[in-house]
């Protein structure tokens, strides 16, 4: 599965921006994040199949994904953007998302979008 990721640049906080990540097959996507200095952190997980979508607390009710399976498209939007979301955005595909937040569940990951937000 090859994956490519893009959306990322610069908001001000409470800003939105939205991540794409096209990829070259029907698969469960996650996003992670990566910021300077902090481990990798899991944000969110969809199936291809009816949806079924999960987010870590730090983003709920501020990030919301969804796909568009005609394109093999997953986005993420980001609303309510602050400065500690600056990291660097990747998404990832695996065979599911029961384990979404263990990235060793993932076997392809995109190269990675960097997010900033600052004032």
């Known amino acids: 599965v090859q994956l490519q990721a893009s959306g990322g640049g610069w908001a001000q906080p409470g800003g939105s921006l939205r991540l794409s990540c096209e990829a070259s097959?029907?698969?469960?996507i996650g996003w992670f994040r990566r910021a300077p200095g902090k481990e990798r952190e899991g944000l969110s997980c969809i199936s291809p199949y009816d949806g079924t979508s999960y987010y870590t607390t730090s983003v709920k009710g501020r990030f919301t994904i969804f796909r568009e399976n005609a394109k093999n498209t997953v986005y993420l939007q980001m609303n309510n953007l602050k400065p500690e979301d600056t990291a660097v955005y990747y998404c990832?595909?695996?065979?599911?998302?029961?384990?979404?937040?263990?990235?060793?569940?993932?076997?392809?990951w995109g190269q990675g979008t960097q997010v900033t937000v600052s004032s």
């Open positions: 097959e029907v698969t469960y």
């Open positions: 990832a595909a695996g065979p599911q998302c029961s384990n979404w937040l263990n990235s060793d569940e993932y076997e392809y």
